[in-house]
C-alpha cells in the first residue's frame, strides 16, 4: 500500500472490517465449544478429550480461515469484490468455451448462493438466541422471556433496515474492538490459572483424539464447525474493505482473541466440568455478567446485521445477473454504493427467522441446524478456486493438488458430519437451499426460452430501415427497450402496427450485466448510429450495480445523441407469457416460471424510467 491516500484510509478500513467481517465468526465463541460437549453428540469431560477438541478446533480455524481463505481464496478478487457469485463469474471467464463445464460450475455457485440464504436465516437466530440465554446465568427466573427478548430484539432489527445501515454501522466498530477484547482477555485470565491446556496448540492432541475413537471424533466435527462459521464472509465481504485490512485485523487482533477465548473456555472446564452449562459466560465474574449478556447481545445484532447485508447483496447480484425476477432495491445511501435495501428479502428473512426461533426454542437445538449449509458453501468454494489455482494461477501440481485435495477432504468431512444432524435440524437450511436454487434455475432456464421465443418471433431490423423512408415521423425521440442483439424490438413492432408512425428518433437500448462487480462511467455506453434515425445504445453495468436508465442516457451527449427525457417515450414491451402445448421445462417448473413472471417488478419502475414516459404494448407468447 504505496498510496498515500490508501494509507490515510487505512484505520477507518480497519476499524469497519472489525465492526462488519467478524460478527459471524465472532459470536461463535457463545455456543461452539458448548456444543460439542453438551449437544446432541455430547463428550465426556475429561483432559484428553478437552485438549482432543480444542487441538482440532484450533487447527480448524488455521486452515479453512486463515489459510484458505484468507491466505489463498482472498487472492481470488473479481476486480476487488468477492463471494460465492463474484467467484462463479471469475470462474465462467475461463470455461467460456467448455459449455458443459460451464453449466456445472454455474449450478455449483448457484447452490452455494442458495445455501447462503439457509445459512442468513439460522445466524440471527442462534446469534441473538444464544447471547440473550445468558440470562439464565445472572437470573434463572429470567428463562420464561428469553424468548421474548430474542423476537423482539430481531423485530426491531429488521424494522429498521429500510432507513440503511450507515448511522448504526458507525458504531459497530467500536463495539466490536470492544467484544474481541473482552473475548480475549477473559480467556487470558482463565489461561492463567491452567497453562497446560495451551498444549493444545499441538497438533498432535489433534491427531491423538480423531485416532482414538474416529467414529466419535466424526460425529464431533458436527459441533466444531460452529467454531469457522462466518469464514467464509472474510472473502464475501472483501469488496467491501480489502485484502490488507482485512487479513491484518485478522491475523493481529481477531483470531489471537477467538483462540485465547477457546482455550480459556477449555481451562475453565478442565478445573470446573460443571461450568459446561455456560462454559462463555462463566468466564466472566458475577458482577460482569449482566455487561458481558449486554455486549454479547450486541455484537449477535452486529452478527445479524451483517449476514442481513450479505442477503440483500446475494438478492441483488442475483437480479442483475439474470437468475431472480426484478424486485425493488432501494439504494439507503448516496455515499456508500453498497447500502442497499430490499424488502422481499428482508421480510422473508424475517418470518423464517421467527419460525425458527418458535421452533427450536433454545440455541442448543438451533445448533443441530446450523453448519450443513456453511460447510456446503466452504466445499463449493474449494472446487471453484481449484479452477482459478490451476488453470489462471498455473501452481506447480505438485504444490496445487495437495493443497486442493486436503481443503477438500476436511471440507468434505465436515459437510458429510454435518449432514447427520438432517433429522435434528439440518434439514431446515437444506430445504431452503433447494428450494432457492429451484426458482434461481427455473427463472434463469424461463428467461432463456422466453428470450428464444422473441427472438424467433422478430424481424431483422435492416428490414424496418429499408422501408423507413415511406413511413410517417413525428417529432422527439422513441426509446425501445430490448433483449435482443440485432432483431427489431416487438414493442417498435407493434407501435408500427398500431400507430403507423415512427419518431425523429429511435433508440434501440439493450441492458447488458457483465461478470465484473462494477462497470465505470466511462465505460457505461456503447451507440452504434444505424442510419434512418435509429440508433443502437448498449448500457454496461456490473452485477453489483443497480440500474438507471436515465441517468445511463445522459451520457449520449459526447455521441451527439442529446436525450431530453421530457420529448421522449419509452416503449416496453409486456410478454403475457403462457403455456405451450409442448413447453420447453416441466409443467411444475412453468407454472413457478408463471407466477414469478406475474409478480416481477415492472420494468419501468425498475429501470427508473419515469411513469409518465412509459408506454407498455402488450406481447402473447407461448413457452
Known sequence: ????????????????????????IGTSPLYALKETFAGHHPLPLVEANVLGVLSVMFWTIMLLVSIKYVIVIMRADNRGEGGSLALLALVSE?????????????ALGLFAAALFYGDSMITPAISVLSAVEGLNVVAPQFSNYIIPITIFILTVLFFVQKRGTGTVGMVFGPIMIAWFSCLGLLGLLSIVQSPHVMLALNPVYAFDFVMSSPHTAFLTLGAVVLAVTGGEALYTDMGHFGKLPIRLTWFGFVLPALVLNYFGQGALLLGNPQAIESPFYLLAPSWALMPMVLLATAAAVIASQAVISGAFSVASQSVQMGFLPRMEIRQTSDKARGQIYVPFTNW?????????????????????AYGIAVTGTMMIDTLLISFIIISVWRWNLLFALPLICTFLLVDVAYFLANAMKIPQGGWFPLGIALMSFTVLTTWKLGRSLLSGEIARQSVPIQVILDNADSIPRIEGTAVFLTTLG????????????????????????????????YVTRGNRLQVDDIGKGFYRV?????????????????????????????TTSFFVSRALIVSSPNP?????REQLFLALSRNAMNAAEFFKIPANRVIEMGTRIEI
Open 486 to 517: 440485432e432483431g427489431a424490438p416487438s414493442a417498435l413492432l407493434h407501435n408500427l402496427k398500431h400507430n403507423q408512425v415512427l419518431h425523429e428518433r429511435n433508440i434501440l437500448l439493450t441492458l447488458i450485466v457483465g461478470d465484473t462487480p
Open 94 to 106: 475461463i470455461i467460456q468455451d467448455k459449455p458443459k463445464t460451464r453449466w456445472v460450475i454455474t
Open 348 to 368: 422473508t428473512l424475517y418470518l423464517a427467522i421467527i419460525f425458527l426461533i418458535l421452533t427450536f426454542q433454545s440455541s442448543s437445538n438451533l445448533a443441530a
Open 584 to 588: 420447453g421445462m416441466s409443467r411444475w
Open 1 to 24: 500500500m504505496s498510496d498515500p491516500q490508501e494509507k490515510k484510509k487505512l484505520p477507518a478500513m480497519l476499524l469497519g472490517a472489525i465492526g462488519v467481517v467478524y460478527g459471524d
Open 538 to 566: 448498449r448500457i454496461y453495468y456490473g452485477f453489483m450495480q443497480n440500474p438507471d436508465v436515465p441517468a445511463a442516457l445522459e451520457l449520449c451527449d459526447k455521441w451527439d445523441l442529446p436525450i431530453d427525457l421530457m
